[in-house]
Each structure stands twice: as structure tokens, then as C-alpha cells.
């Protein structure tokens, strides 16, 4: 147990569904970011919030939209996917300065079908 | 080209023996962190480097930051199979104070017993 806490842990939607990841600490932090791992490829960082505000857009597609509506949690809102986005999304936490680690959640597992 | 480079990106081992993964950065390091992955699940955090020649050590797992090569190495003494897993650096690229944490493709172990 981390303090990461990601609902739900497994997800299978339709290409013209909308659904979203939710992603919750209570560790006190300030940062919070969403990755996505796919199958053979390094983690990639998708977006980052410090104090709230979106710092770190990865040029990620707009389908998938980005939520913190305060320090604690972290949505993820996903529409009109398609399938190579299926992945695991693994949320994580840590305070907003250098030399802290950062807490992950267990993941998402995803699969657009 | 990746940001992060391990190496090897496997490796299977009988238990007992010692093991070395590397971890090189082609940009400056603010601080390298290694991680550990169970497949299909969040990342647990092992060691924090900050500062050139730092060494830290849990239980068998050694990790050591040669910062003026930009380099870091996990030492795993007397592999058991719990230590197997994926192993990732991740490295915070950025001074600032939302300076984003990058990961390396990972290194995955297999011990036989």
C-alpha cells in the first residue's frame, strides 16, 4: 500500500464510450501525475499537476482530458478511444520540489475494444 | 533516442548469483531514483540518489550514481526469486520545482531457483 489509491483497477470500453480513471492520496502532496505503460515501451509521462495547475502536457492526444479539481485527487477522462491506447495508467504523487520520490498507484489496466 | 538507457533489458539468473543493472542518462541529473515493478502493478519505490558517488544499500539490492557519467547501477547480491520483477530508473529532468520524473524502458529479472 502506497497511499495511491486508482479506481477502478481494470477497465474494457467501446470506441465511442467516455469513462474516466480516478486517482486519490492522502499523503500530503502537491504533484500528481499520470503515465501510461504500454507493452514493450517505457513509461510515458502524460501530464503533471503542481499546486493544482496543469504543468506538463505531453502532447498527448485530446482525447484523453486531464481533472484535479484539488491537491488530493486526479481524474482522467477518456472519450472516442481507440484501441492502441489500451494500457495500463498508473497514476503516482510527491511533493512539488527535487529530490522526492514519487508514489504510484496500482495502475488501470485498460482495454478499448 | 531515449532519455534513459537500461541495460540489459533482460536477464535471467540462477538464484543465488549477483546481478548488476545500468541506468545512463544523456541529460544532467538532478536525482535518480530506481523502481520496482511487478508486472501489471504500480511501481514500488527502492532507492533515492542525489549526489555523485552517493551509495545506498536495502537488504541485498546496492544502488550506486556516478553523476559525472551520468550514471547508475543496482547491484542485487545472492538473487532470490523474489527479486524477480521489472526494474526501472527514473530520473527528474528539470530544475525547476515541477521538473518532471522520466523512467528508462525497464529491465526485466527472472530468478531460477
Known amino acids: 500500500e502506497t497511499g495511491v489509491t486508482q479506481t477502478p483497477r481494470h477497465l474494457v470500453m467501446g470506441m465511442t464510450n467516455k469513462k474516466s480513471l480516478k486517482c486519490e492520496q492522502h499523503l500530503g502532496h502537491n504533484a500528481m501525475y499520470w503515465y501510461k505503460q504500454s507493452a514493450k515501451k517505457p513509461l510515458e509521462l502524460m501530464f503533471v499537476y503542481s499546486l493544482e495547475e496543469r504543468v506538463e502536457n505531453n502532447s498527448v492526444p485530446s482525447r484523453f482530458s486531464p481533472e484535479c479539481p484539488n491537491s488530493s485527487h486526479l481524474f482522467l477522462h477518456l472519450h472516442t478511444l481507440q484501441p492502441e491506447d489500451s494500457a495500463l495508467y498508473l497514476c503516482?504523487?510527491?511533493?512539488?520540489?527535487?529530490?522526492?520520490?514519487?508514489?504510484f498507484g496500482q495502475g488501470t489496466r485498460l482495454t478499448v475494444v | 533516442s531515449q532519455e534513459l538507457e537500461q541495460s540489459p533489458q533482460s536477464l535471467i539468473v540462477q538464484e543465488g548469483k549477483n546481478l548488476t543493472i545500468n541506468c545512463t542518462s544523456s541529460?544532467?541529473?538532478?536525482?535518480l531514483y530506481w523502481y520496482k515493478q511487478k508486472y501489471g502493478e504500480g511501481l514500488i519505490f527502492l532507492m533515492m540518489?542525489?549526489?555523485?558517488?552517493e551509495e545506498k544499500s536495502h537488504e541485498k539490492i546496492t544502488a550506486k550514481l556516478d553523476e559525472k557519467k551520468q550514471q547508475s547501477s543496482l547491484h542485487i547480491t545472492a538473487s532470490q526469486p523474489s527479486h524477480a520483477g521489472i526494474y526501472l530508473c527514473?530520473?527528474?529532468?528539470?530544475?525547476?520545482?515541477?521538473?518532471?520524473?522520466?523512467f528508462g524502458q525497464g529491465t526485466t529479472l527472472q530468478v531460477k531457483p
Open positions: 527514473g530520473a527528474l529532468h528539470g530544475s525547476s520545482n515541477t521538473g518532471k520524473l522520466i
Open positions: 541529460k544532467t541529473l538532478y536525482g
Open positions: 503516482a504523487s510527491s511533493q512539488a520540489r527535487q529530490g522526492t520520490e514519487a508514489f
Open positions: 540518489l542525489q549526489k555523485g558517488g
